[in-house]
């Protein structure tokens, strides 16, 4: 069935590292993939999506490409803030608008 | 645009008592979602509504739990009886009909069952 594979947490990063977050999925048909964040305290929110092979979304530095040949959507940012300090979610969309979510990566930042 | 809005953001009941949370989705939104979200995991759908039809309920544990989307607009998810496993987050989403339209996310409902 359709299925979304995130790489394992806690990470923890120095301010300023580079950070990626591995996803991987299993869908039939045309998936379109997201990214949520979900912020201490707060509900999920769209941090980028990308709706057909080889498309890259980007937002607030972050980015991440969809490779259908590798079945992937890693999330990536150059410089990681403290204020990134979150829970980050992998999901696709697949026919029916049925959504399937990772089961999170929670990212700490430390100054 | 005002966000999708659920109630109440807190809860505590005892097991066997029952509960029932609301949800208004953003205006226009024909597709609302329920799903639970354990601590430590990411959200599992429980129900999905296309307008007032249930598009897809296979998760939604129908001995206990109920949910209904009266008029396509609101909706509520009830669980009677509630037990302790069902402690978790309860979140309501809605999205609109477009092939690439993401979700919008509520707030959240926190039930604690004791």
């Known amino acids: 069935g359709d299925s979304v594979t995130q790489m394992e947490g806690p990470v923890t990063l120095s301010e300023e590292a580079f950070l990626t977050i591995n996803c991987t999925y299993t869908a039939t048909g045309y998936p379109s993939l997201f990214w949520y964040v979900q912020y201490p305290g707060e509900g999920l929110q769209l941090l980028l999506k990308?709706?057909?092979?080889?498309d890259k979304g980007s937002n607030k530095g972050f980015e991440a490409t969809y490779r259908k040949e590798t079945t992937s959507f890693h999330l990536e940012k150059g410089s990681v803030q403290v204020s990134d300090s979150a829970v980050y979610f992998c999901a696709l969309r697949v026919r029916g608008n049925q959504f399937y979510f990772g089961t999170g990566t929670s990212l700490t930042v430390i100054p | 645009e005002a966000g999708v809005a659920q109630s109440p953001r807190y809860k505590i009941i005892e097991k066997r008592q029952s509960v029932a949370f609301w949800c208004n989705p953003i205006?226009?939104?024909?597709?609302l979602y329920w799903y639970q979200q354990i601590l430590g995991q990411g959200p599992k759908l429980l129900i999905q509504f296309q307008n007032n039809g249930v598009v897809d309920d296979s998760q939604l544990p129908k001995d206990r739990f109920s949910a209904e989307r009266l008029k396509g607009v609101d909706s509520t998810l009830k669980i009677q009886p509630a037990k302790l496993e069902d402690s978790a987050v309860y979140l309501c989403?809605?999205?609109?009909?477009?092939?690439?339209?993401?979700?919008?996310f509520g707030p959240g409902t926190r039930l604690t069952v004791l």
């Open positions: 989403a809605s999205s609109s009909s477009g092939i690439y339209n993401e979700q919008f």
């Open positions: 205006s226009g939104h024909a597709t």
């Open positions: 990308a709706t057909k092979a080889d």
